[in-house]
Nanobody, 123 residues
Framework: QVQLVESGGGSVQAGGSLRLSCTAS????????LGWFRQAPGKEREWVAV????????HYADSVKGRFTISQHNAPNTVYLQMNSLKPEDTAMYYC????????????????WGQGTQVTVSS
């Protein structure tokens, strides 16, 4: 059984930093790709950072590119999201997501989701 465990959310002032982490346990083949989504109140859930495969290409939403950095480790299967220069617009519930292939994360249909961790950025 796959389980995603998240940590690192919290409240910060604008311009501050946070690092989120998510560790997957269970079937390794089902969690080859770990990425991050977020959902702000009244908005649709959107992906913010998804790693590539093989060649290591990284995908970032335009709104976070240059400020957020995603990294993934194989043992244990863990993904991090380093968030710098945070803005109030970054306030959202952040979700870890996983699947066998990163393509399902890009389309917003991963098989596995974490419970989410709240990130609040104040002015």
């Amino acid at each position: 059984q796959v389980q995603l465990v998240e940590s690192g959310g919290g409240s910060v002032q604008a311009g501050g930093s946070l690092r989120l982490s998510c560790t997957a346990s269970g079937s390794t083949s089902r969690t080859n790709c770990l990425g991050w989504f977020r959902q702000a109140p009244g908005k649709e859930r959107e992906w913010v950072a998804v790693p590539g495969t093989g060649g290591g290409w990284l995908h970032y939403a335009d709104s976070v590119k240059g400020r957020f950095t995603i990294s993934q480790h194989n043992a244990p299967n863990t993904v991090y999201l380093q968030m710098n220069s945070l803005k109030p617009e970054d306030t959202a519930m952040y979700y870890c997501a996983a699947d066998q292939h990163c393509s399902s994360l890009i389309t917003g249909t991963p098989n596995y989701w974490g419970q989410g961790t709240q990130v609040t950025v104040s002015s």
